[in-house]
T-cell receptor, first 116, second 109 residues
Framework: NAGVTQTPKFRILKIGQSMTLQCAQDMNHNYMYWYRQDPGMGLKLIYYSVGAGITDKGEVPNGYNVSRSTTEDFPLRLELAAPSQTSVYFC???????????????FGPGTRLTVL | QQPVQSPQAVILREGEDAVINCSSSKALYSVHWYRQKHGEAPVFLMILLKGGEQKGHDKISASFNEKKQQSSLYLTASQLSYSGTYFCGTENRDDKIIFGKGTRLHILP
């Protein structure tokens, strides 16, 4: 199993440009998440999904969009990039049964994004 | 609601013990503990579930006080490899895990 994969690893954007961060998992996990981590700071939840076709906002969703058309993929879209979106972005996945707590989250290696 | 972690940073000598605390203002369903080394992704350590079940790690243990809405992570006889930033993530039965700001642990030889 590849686990959670993210592409690209690094990216530099100009202000106002758009891009999509890709995330895929091959563990058949129903839950997927996007976090951002600013230098020296904790993880902030951007969006999450509890299954294909279902997404919900986290703590800091403004400026981002997501979709979940398949169980495996959970892309994060940045529209009109701003310097405040310079961060490391982590995708994660986990399994949760109905009525159960969320199990271990597996994190991808991260995407380092700089907006200039 | 972001959980609050304390202390913010700890410096220990190899072999010493450490306790990291995590508290929430909301009722907790589960608490997740992760460790992150510089430049790497967070790695799972422990989940504590409401009702007392604990899924753990060899030399690291944790407690979960549901009434106080708190969890503590115990690292005993610390090793150099324990260095890193420790995050607690709390789940409030709303399907999402919110992480604290982290506790930086530095182990000296």
């Amino acid at each position: 199993n590849a686990g959670v994969t993210q592409t690209p690893k690094f990216r530099i954007l100009k202000i106002g440009q758009s891009m999509t961060l890709q995330c895929a998992q091959d563990m058949n996990h129903n839950y997927m998440y996007w976090y951002r981590q600013d230098p020296g700071m904790g993880l902030k939840l951007i969006y999450y999904s509890v299954g294909a076709g279902i997404t919900d906002k986290g703590e800091v969703p403004n400026g981002y969009n997501v979709s979940r058309s398949t169980t495996e993929d959970f892309p994060l879209r940045l529209e009109l990039a701003a310097p405040s979106q310079t961060s490391v972005y982590f995708c994660a996945s986990s399994y949760s049964g109905a009525g159960e707590s969320t199990d271990t989250q597996y994190f991808g290696p991260g995407t380092r994004l700089t907006v200039l | 609601q972001q959980p609050v972690q304390s202390p913010q940073a700890v410096i220990l000598r190899e072999g010493e013990d450490a306790v990291i605390n995590c508290s929430s203002s909301k009722a907790l369903y589960s608490v997740h503990w992760y460790r992150q080394k510089h430049g790497e992704a967070p790695v799972f350590l422990m989940i504590l579930l409401k009702g007392g079940e604990q899924k753990g790690h060899d030399k690291i243990s944790a407690s979960f006080n549901e009434k106080k809405q708190q969890s503590s992570l115990y690292l005993t006889a610390s090793q150099l490899s324990y260095s890193g930033t420790y995050f607690c993530g709390t789940e409030n039965r709303d399907d999402k895990i919110i992480f604290g700001k982290g506790t930086r642990l530095h182990i000296l030889p």
